[in-house]
Each structure stands twice: as structure tokens, then as C-alpha cells.
Nanobody, 119 residues
Framework: QVQLAESGGGSVQAGESLRLSCTFSGDTRSIACMGWFRQAPGMMRMGVARISFGSGGEYYVDSVKGRFTISRDNADNKVYLQMTGLKPEDTAMYYC????????????WGQGTQVTVAS
């Protein structure tokens, strides 16, 4: 089992930045890749970024490419999502998840952290 906890959400103005953190614990050796997802009201949850713990390779969906950066700190069991140039359409609940590499299939989820971007 893996436990995940997100933090760092908040309310910002368009164009501002936020950094989300995800702390993971438990059977951390089983984690090969991690992802960040978001879910806006009335929408399905969708992946926005993921990272491989082994290679460090990153993947972003087009809507956040160039604005969001995913990173990891294996020593501290943390994954981050640096978000810059935030837009109102980025408003959502953000979740981190342990995912199967090169997929959005997730086995473990955090509780989420809310990001609200005002225009």
C-alpha cells in the first residue's frame, strides 16, 4: 500500500504561480512513476503530467506544456508540480497518484488539493 498527500493549493490571480507538493509513504519501493491529475467541476479527472522515478523522464499534456513542471525528490519521498502562468481554466482539484509508467492508470491516489485561478 502507498499513501499520498497533496498540499500547496490555493487561490491566485491569472498569470501567477503555485507549487504543489505530494508526499508519499508506505511501500514506496513499488512506485516507478508518479502523475499529477486534475478534475474541474462537472469534468472527468485527467492526467496533466507524469514522471519516471528511474529515468526522470517527464510527460505533459499539451494544455500545460511549457507552463507546468513535474519533479521528484526521492530522498524526501516527494513529487512536485510547479505551475506558472496559471489560467482560469487551470482551476480544478489536483491529485497526485502512483501510476503505471507510460500510462495514466493509477493504483493509489491522494485526497487532492484545490487550485483556483481568478481572471
Amino acid at each position: 500500500q502507498v499513501q499520498l498527500a497533496e498540499s500547496g493549493g490555493g487561490s491566485v490571480q491569472a498569470g501567477e504561480s503555485l507549487r504543489l507538493s505530494c508526499t508519499f509513504s508506505g511501500d514506496t519501493r513499488s512506485i516507478a512513476c508518479m502523475g499529477w491529475f486534475r478534475q474541474a467541476p462537472g469534468m472527468m479527472r485527467m492526467g496533466v503530467a507524469r514522471i519516471s522515478f528511474g529515468s526522470g523522464g517527464e510527460y505533459y499534456v499539451d494544455s500545460v506544456k511549457g507552463r507546468f513542471t513535474i519533479s521528484r525528490d526521492n530522498a524526501d519521498n516527494k513529487v512536485y508540480l510547479q505551475m506558472t502562468g496559471l489560467k482560469p481554466e487551470d482551476t480544478a482539484m489536483y491529485y497526485c497518484a502512483a501510476v503505471r509508467c507510460r500510462t495514466w492508470i493509477s493504483d493509489y491516489w491522494g485526497q487532492g488539493t484545490q487550485v483556483t485561478v481568478a481572471s
